[in-house]
C-alpha cells in the first residue's frame, strides 16, 4: 500500500512522533492507522499514547439535571464556528433535557420526541434537519447517558468539549470536585477491577513488545510486564489517581475523608474515536512532486 503524505501527517499529529519514525511505522503496518500507532507506543514509549487526546470532530457536550434524574449528551457538528451558534446550542440543550425526562431507548428514539424551534418541529429530529438546512452543516446526536437510580447527581463541563456526570452519595462538594478531577485526568473506570479487558490486554500487548526488545530473560521480562499493566491500572482507576487538588491523597482517600461515595461516573469529550477525514492536497502534491525529482 502506497504510504501518503496525509496518511504520515495524520499519524504525526496523533502522537508528536517524528516525521521519519511516523513513515516507517505506516510501511511496517502496510498502511494501518492503529497497528502503526501501535508500533510507535512499543518504539517511542508512552508519548505516542497521546492518540486518545487528540480529537478533530466538532461538537459540544451538555447535560441537564432534575433532582436525582440526570443526562449528558454530545451533539456533534462540522466546524467549531457553529458550536458557537445560539439555534445550534439551544438544540443541544434542549436535547439533554429530553433525555433525563423522557428516557429514549436511542438516539432514533429521541430524535421522536416532541420538541420546536427557530419554526421546525413538531420533533427534535425536525429541528435537527431544519437546522442543518438553515445553518448549512450537518449535525447529529451521537451518545447519551441518563441517570435515574435515586442516587444525588453532580455535573461538570469544561468549557463546552468535556463533560463529567458523577453519581454518589454523601456532600456534593467532593462530588463536584471528583466531577473536574476526571475532566482533568480522564479515569477510564472507578477502579482497577473496573477497567475494560480489551484495554488491559491492549496494554499488556505494548508492554510484552518493549520487554521483547529489552532481551532480558524471560522471568525478568514477566515481571516487567506484569509491573507496566499494574501501573497503567493505578494509573487509569479514579479512586486510585492522586487527586488533582491535593496529589497528597488519592481520589479515594478524599472521598472517604469527607463521607461521600461515587457510585458511577460518565466522561464525554468531544468527538473522542471520531476519525476525521483530511484531505490535504497540497501536501500530496508536493511530496508526489519531491519523490519524482528523487527518482
Known amino acids: 500500500m502506497a504510504i501518503t503524505a496525509s496518511m504520515v501527517g495524520e499519524l504525526r499529529a496523533k502522537t508528536d512522533a517524528p516525521m521519519m519514525e ?43 439535571i432534575n433532582g436525582s434524574t440526570g443526562a449528558m449528551i454530545e451533539v456533534n457538528c462540522e466546524t467549531d464556528f457553529v458550536t458557537k451558534n445560539d439555534s445550534f446550542l439551544a ?55 441518563r441517570y435515574s437510580n435515586g442516587g444525588k447527581l453532580a455535573s461538570y463541563l469544561h468549557g463546552t468539549r468535556i463533560g463529567v456526570m458523577v453519581e454518589f452519595d454523601g456532600e456534593e462538594a467532593p462530588a463536584k470536585d471528583t466531577a473536574m478531577h476526571i475532566a482533568a485526568m480522564k479515569p477510564v473506570a472507578l477502579t482497577s477491577a473496573d477497567v475494560p479487558a480489551d484495554l488491559i490486554e491492549k496494554e499488556r500487548s505494548v508492554a510484552t513488545a518493549k520487554a521483547a526488545e529489552s532481551g ?18 493505578k494509573e487509569v482507576s479514579l479512586f486510585n489517581q492522586p487527586f488533582v487538588k491535593n496529589d497528597k491523597q488519592t481520589v479515594e482517600q478524599m472521598l472517604k475523608a469527607s463521607g461521600t461515595t461515587v457510585k458511577g461516573f460518565t466522561l464525554y469529550v468531544v468527538g473522542e474515536g471520531i476519525e476525521k477525514k483530511v484531505d490535504d492536497f497540497a501536501a500530496e502534491v508536493a511530496a508526489q512532486v519531491a519523490a519524482a525529482k528523487g527518482a
Open 216 to 233: 532480558k530473560p524471560a522471568d525478568i521480562a514477566a515481571k516487567m510486564i506484569e509491573g507496566s499493566v499494574q501501573k497503567y491500572l
Open 91 to 145: 438544540l443541544a440543550n434542549a436535547a439533554a433535557s429530553l433525555v433525563a425526562e423522557h428516557n429514549p431507548a436511542d438516539v432514533a428514539a429521541l430524535g421522536a420526541l416532541s420538541y420546536s424551534q427557530d419554526g421546525f418541529g413538531p420533533t427534535l429530529e425536525d429541528v435537527r434537519k431544519g437546522l442543518i438546512g438553515k445553518i448549512g452543516e450537518n449535525m447529529s446526536f451521537r451518545r447519551f447517558k
Open 22 to 64: 511516523c513513515k516507517k511505522a505506516l510501511t511496517e503496518a502496510d498502511g494501518d492507522m492503529a497497528k502503526a500507532e501501535e508500533l510507535l507506543r512499543v518504539k517511542l514509549g508512552t508519548k505516542a499514547g497521546k492518540a486518545a487526546s487528540r480529537v478533530t470532530a466538532e461538537g459540544v457536550v451538555t447535560s441537564a
